[in-house]
């Protein structure tokens, strides 16, 4: 990402710059058994209409019944943001004909939402935090799924999704670049993973945005935003940002107006398009349920879900940085996702028992290589952490195997090449390969006389004041014994051999 796109983003268009204002929707799906309001389940990949309860068709006389599971995470959601949580809220209904939705109406939350004001703090750039503020959290049900590619004349319904349950997380319109917009995406769905409210998966729809831009001149009134719906893809969303504020620009400078409208993003062209006028709240006929009373929150619920929470990414960077010593880089990289961290926090407590240190001691060396070595690895190798070839006990194994000289760093790496190729355990590598590093001071001198019979001109040279010359008898040495000797020991001979 280009400087442009952080902080100080701005179009420049014929008539000078233009500021780019963003906010999102993001819909994320509750992680719970059943719907928000039945009892169907809410497994992914299920056969079309496999998972829908009579409530979920709108069968006549059936009653919605709130499911408390749903409640208690968007509780847990709203206190991980900073968010004032409401023990008041109500339910509405939002009245408006699709195919997908049977009732005719959607239940949601409009007036008085769960979840209030929150925030969240973002990193724009190497050092540099932004808070971007949220407005709300509200509970609603999901539509179901219009399907269009199963016939030639016909579209098909999907009524799976229909009643599962989303927080509706309303951001205010604090964000002015993509980057900015990226980095709060991926900020929010690590801070759902980590309380397991929802499992942000972007590709199965569990987590969607929707995306607001409008633009203006520098300290202008707001301008008139645009809406593009359901963008499944943090890059797609940063992507949808850049055209669409660029197509505003076009058309103001061109004398035209910006319509209030609904857009969708296609990412094959990567370009916006046109869906529908955007609707006043007020065409959609809010009213309180009638079925439902409204949600009155205990004490005791409120202090439950609080101490339900775990060590938040926030949180786990500051103590990786206060307690254990590590860079701000290394911290944030480790706590950016709740897999990475807990494979970490395994690996150090490994790695301090091998070695007989505090894990103060070995966080510096383990997190190096994890995010270097292992994370290159599992690139390469396209896996995620959690499908690691290698186990937090081997990998603490091996940097022990580093820490008492056993191995060398290059040793180390052809030992790693080997346990993800094999699984097998580095000190059985080292063994039957016989790879292990040695400090033999006799084999090493005999190694580097080698040497400096094999290079007598450049011995020569060196003794005649050029010093650097000396990295190329290391590196000589070091290839002659195959990588074994100790490099520490090689570097103290070699001094006293050449002078």
Known sequence: MSDKMKSNYRIQGATGDWEVVIG?????????HAKLFSGASTEFGAEPNNQVSLVDAAMPGMLPVLNAECVRQAVR???????VINPWSRFDRKNYFYADLPQGYQISQLYHPI?????IEIDVEEGVTKTIGIERIHLEQDAGKLMHDQHPTRSYIDLNRCGVAL???VSRPDMRSPHEAGAYL?????????????DGNMEEGSMRADVNVSVRKPGD???????????????????AIEYEANRQVDVLESGGAIVQETRLFDPDKVETRSLRSKEDAHDYRYFPDPDLLPLELTADFLRECEDSLPELPGAKRRRYIDALGLPPYNASVLTAEKETAQWFETLLREAAAVQGKSEGDVAKQASNWLISDLFGALNRLGKDIDDSPVSPAQGAELLGLIADGTLSGRLAKEVFELMLETGDDPSKIVEERGLRQTSDTGAIEAVIAEVMVANADKVAEYRDGKDKLFGFFVGQTMKASGGKANPAVVNELLKKALS
């Open 167 to 169: 927080m509706e997380i």
């Open 221 to 239: 009134p707001l301008g008139t935003r645009t809406e593009t719906k359901n963008v499944n893809s943090v890059r797609f969303v940063m992507a």
């Open 115 to 119: 979840v209030g004001e929150g925030s």
């Open 77 to 83: 959601t709203g206190m991980a943001l900073n968010a």
């Open 186 to 198: 991926r900020k929010l769905r690590s801070i759902l993973r980590y309380v397991g409210s929802c």
């Open 24 to 32: 999102l929707e993001v819909h994320a799906q509750v992680t719970s």
